[in-house]
């Protein structure tokens, strides 16, 4: 099993839509979790970070499940804006090394 | 203004060659990253540093090199070993903590080709 697993997409939704993406991650002792957001051919931008069961930053939610080892972001009331890729982070522990683990990614289309 | 400062933000290279990325950062951080990206791919681990003068191989270190020896600067070599270098690099810097560890930022990254 990869140490963080996510759906690719691309996820195609109409503006206004909510659309939620999840990410697994393998190791049971990480704590913290990140979801970055890059736009095409730009670096990554922290997008929210997750410490304990979840947060939220007004049309953006990021639930944290331990028992099942992941983690979600949803999108309410999606804007064309929203049109990029989102990264799943999870710092390595336990593992010998102390380092950032991405996901993947996965692609969110907006349409009008 | 704080940051995290790559460049150059593309760079062609002959085969061959060897070319060294240039990473600063002005953030005070412990640690700092090297990724590569590939298109429609993901970021893979090459090397990462949390303190000056110490460097570890990420996942695919092969045909690369860096060094520590100032907290700010974290320069990446590509050598030619690497044979298939072209692709986007990403240099990052994090805060490390005790129990937690804290975000990651990104430089704008540099967009390696080989000619």
């Known amino acids: 099993r990869k140490e963080v697993e996510q759906d690719p997409g691309p996820f195609n939704v109409p503006e206004g839509a909510t659309v939620a993406f999840n990410c697994t991650y393998s190791?049971?002792?990480?704590?913290?979790f990140f979801w970055y957001r890059q736009d095409c051919r730009k670096e990554p931008k922290l997008l929210m970070s997750v410490y304990s069961s979840g947060n939220e930053d007004g049309r953006f939610t990021a639930q944290l499940n331990r028992a099942s080892q992941y983690i979600s972001l949803l999108i309410r009331d999606s804007k064309l804006s929203d049109s990029a890729t989102y990264l799943c982070?999870?710092?390595?522990?336990?593992?010998?090394?102390?380092?950032?683990?991405f996901g993947s990614g996965t692609r969110l289309q907006v349409q009008p | 203004d704080g940051g995290i400062t790559q460049s150059p933000k593309y760079l062609f290279r002959k085969e061959g060659q060897n070319v060294t990325l240039s990473c600063e950062q002005n953030l005070n951080h412990d640690a700092m990253y090297w990724y590569r990206q590939d298109p429609g791919q993901g970021l893979r681990l090459i090397y990462y540093s949390q303190i000056v003068n110490d460097f570890q191989k990420g996942d695919i270190a092969e045909g690369y090199s860096v060094s520590r020896e100032k907290k700010e600067s974290f320069p990446l070599t590509v050598t030619s070993a690497q044979k298939n270098p072209t692709a986007f690099y990403l240099c990052?810097?994090?805060?490390?903590?005790?129990?937690?560890?804290?975000?990651?930022?990104f430089g704008q990254g540099t967009r390696l080709t080989v000619v």
């Open positions: 982070v999870v710092p390595e522990r336990n593992t010998g090394r102390r380092a950032l683990t």
């Open positions: 990052a810097s994090s805060q490390t903590r005790t129990a937690l560890n804290t975000e990651a930022f």
């Open positions: 190791n049971s002792a990480s704590q913290s």
